[in-house]
């Protein structure tokens, strides 16, 4: 496999190429690898509960694990296994957790009902700066490219639209009492899709200023459980991933299938990512297996083989591109 940059290097991100590939689940471990052999090169602990969710730092030097009323900060860079930041008093599942482009400040969803904006860079302390009450348990939450409305997606199916600058909100409804399980905004801000609890994806344009959802298409993705949907960096793809044991790529230009990718003992496909040159995508799956995929030629071109049991997230990164 190559890849855009830096994936005939070391695989760490405290060097030059700074690429990294982390995955997590439910075997209390979080795996960094060298995406271009497969080499896990450390295995992180986290002992408190599954991984729920992974994003690395926009700097690319940490990786953010949220999990059972827990959101943990591990340094990719150091040879330490253990966390060095952790955000306390949190409660039920945190689900989702990003990063503003900056760094400047995270934000995460969770079970509580809640969506919330940390302070990373307050130590050790937990330092929460905003908090978004929504009706239900939040599944999703996604922040728009121009960095001023956060995406809020809940199990009653709604998705709320919270403005930054205002603090107000509108709301969306694709479907009713469709749980919503991912969102995800194209990297030019444009698009917007969401997926749900019966397999189905909902598209929208983003137009105007703020942002404001225009009806776009309906994809009825997966027969059952959609788990989640991320677009490609040059926005020409979206992946759906599904309980079908089945991770799809949609065209962004007419919305057609591109790509159905399957593996004997995938079972669940509960992450994906794509590669910086959108040429490979990243799966994690129940079977205990991350893999890479040739988008194109719809090949299997590498399997991550280390954990014990279901891989439920996973993220990457390639800092040099």
């Given at each position: 496999?190559?890849?855009?940059?830096?994936?005939?290097?070391?695989?760490?991100?405290?060097?030059?190429?700074?690429?990294?590939?982390?995955?997590?689940?439910?075997?209390?471990?979080?795996?960094?690898?060298?995406?271009?052999?497969?080499?896990?090169?450390?295995?992180?602990q986290h002992p408190d509960s599954q991984v729920n969710a992974l994003e690395i730092t926009p700097n690319g030097q940490m990786v953010a694990a949220c999990g059972y009323q827990h959101i943990r900060m591990y340094?990719?860079?150091?040879?330490?296994?253990?966390?060095?930041?952790?955000?306390?008093?949190?409660?039920?599942?945190?689900?989702?957790?990003?990063?503003?482009?900056?760094?400047?400040?995270?934000?995460?969803?969770?079970?509580?009902?809640?969506?919330?904006?940390?302070?990373?860079?307050?130590?050790?302390?937990?330092?929460?700066?905003?908090?978004?009450?929504?009706?239900?348990?939040?599944?999703?939450?996604?922040?728009?490219?121009?960095?001023?409305?956060?995406?809020?997606?809940?199990?009653?199916?709604?998705?709320?639209?919270?403005?930054?600058?205002?603090?107000?909100?509108?709301?969306?409804?694709?479907?009713?009492?469709?749980?919503?399980?991912?969102?995800?905004?194209?990297?030019?801000?444009?698009?917007?899709?969401?997926?749900?609890?019966?397999?189905?994806?909902?598209?929208?344009?983003?137009?105007?200023?703020?942002?404001?959802?225009?009806?776009?298409?309906?994809?009825?993705?997966?027969?059952?459980?959609?788990?989640?949907?991320?677009?490609?960096?040059?926005?020409?793809?979206?992946?759906t991933t599904s309980g079908d044991c089945s991770a799809k790529v949609w065209r962004t230009s007419d919305w057609s299938l591109l790509r159905e990718l399957r593996h004997d003992s995938q079972r669940w496909v509960?992450?994906?990512?794509?590669?910086?040159?959108?040429?490979?995508?990243?799966?994690?799956?129940?079977?205990?297996?991350?893999?890479?995929?040739?988008?194109?030629?719809?090949?299997?071109?590498?399997?991550?083989?280390?954990?014990?049991?279901?891989?439920?997230?996973?993220?990457?990164?390639?800092?040099?591109?």
């Amino acid at each position: 496999m190559r890849m855009k940059t830096g994936m005939a290097g070391d695989g760490s991100t405290g060097g030059g190429s700074q690429v990294a590939l982390v995955t997590g689940g439910y075997d209390h471990t979080i795996k960094l690898w060298q995406a271009h052999s497969g080499v896990c090169l450390r295995t992180m602990q986290h002992p408190d509960s599954q991984v729920n969710a992974l994003e690395i730092t926009p700097n690319g030097q940490m990786v953010a694990a949220c999990g059972y009323q827990h959101i943990r900060m591990y340094d990719l860079a150091s040879a330490n296994p253990d966390p060095v930041m952790n955000f306390e008093g949190v409660t039920k599942n945190v689900t989702r957790v990003g990063f503003q482009q900056d760094g400047k400040w995270m934000y995460t969803g969770g079970e509580d009902c809640t969506a919330k904006i940390w302070d990373p860079r307050a130590g050790r302390q937990l330092q929460c700066q905003g908090i978004f009450q929504v009706p239900a348990p939040v599944n999703a939450v996604v922040l728009h490219p121009d960095q001023t409305q956060i995406m809020v997606g809940d199990q009653s199916g709604i998705i709320h639209m919270w403005d930054l600058r205002t603090d107000q909100n509108e709301q969306l409804i694709p479907e009713a009492e469709a749980s919503i399980q991912d969102i995800a905004i194209d990297p030019e801000g444009k698009l917007m899709a969401a997926v749900n609890n019966k397999g189905n994806c909902y598209i929208w344009s983003l137009c105007g200023e703020p942002p404001r959802p225009v009806p776009r298409k309906h994809i009825q993705a997966h027969k059952k459980y959609a788990l989640r949907c991320k677009f490609s960096l040059d926005s020409t793809m979206l992946v759906t991933t599904s309980g079908d044991c089945s991770a799809k790529v949609w065209r962004t230009s007419d919305w057609s299938l591109l790509r159905e990718l399957r593996h004997d003992s995938q079972r669940w496909v509960w992450d994906a990512a794509f590669s910086v040159d959108s040429r490979y995508l990243f799966t994690g799956s129940s079977d205990s297996y991350a893999r890479l995929w040739d988008v194109e030629k719809g090949t299997l071109e590498r399997e991550y083989c280390g954990h014990q049991k279901p891989i439920t997230a996973l993220a990457f990164r390639d800092q040099a591109a």
